[in-house]
């Protein structure tokens, strides 16, 4: 199944750092806008980045901007998305999605290719 592949959760402490990768596998992220969304346990997914073809990039305004940053390397086909001073209420489980075209949406019904996700727990 082709699918996007996210890396780098793990356990850390309040504060910490973290760089989430987001790669293609053998899905191309050439001319698409790719996001990341979260869910936690008991919660809905939400939005958290997006980043489109031309590197336009749009943030969840209450928890992401100013402390996530997403980035993409168009060459190696990779997506990533830098999550600074992080929080106990940032655990969850982080997904990474292929839009239908080169634009980002806060949707997810505008993402049509998911990854299995990759857990982030910020200890307190």
């Known amino acids: 199944q082709v699918q996007p592949v996210e890396s780098g959760g793990g356990l850390v402490q309040a504060g910490d750092s973290l760089r989430l990768s987001c790669a293609g596998s053998?899905?191309?992220?050439?001319?698409?806008?790719v996001g990341w969304f979260r869910q936690a346990p008991g919660k809905t997914r939400e939005f958290v980045a997006a980043?489109?073809?031309?590197?336009?990039?749009?943030y969840d305004l209450d928890f992401a901007k100013g402390r996530f940053t997403i980035s993409r390397d168009n060459a190696k086909n990779l997506v990533y998305l830098q999550l600074n001073s992080l929080k106990p209420e940032d655990t969850a489980v982080y997904y990474c999605?292929?839009?239908?075209?080169?634009?980002?949406?806060?949707?997810?019904?505008?993402?049509?290719?998911w990854g299995q996700g990759t857990q982030v727990t910020v200890s307190s």
């Open positions: 980043i489109n073809w031309s590197n336009g990039t749009a």
């Open positions: 053998g899905l191309t992220f050439s001319h698409y806008a």
């Open positions: 999605a292929r839009a239908r075209d080169y634009t980002w949406s806060l949707s997810s019904n505008h993402y049509d290719y």
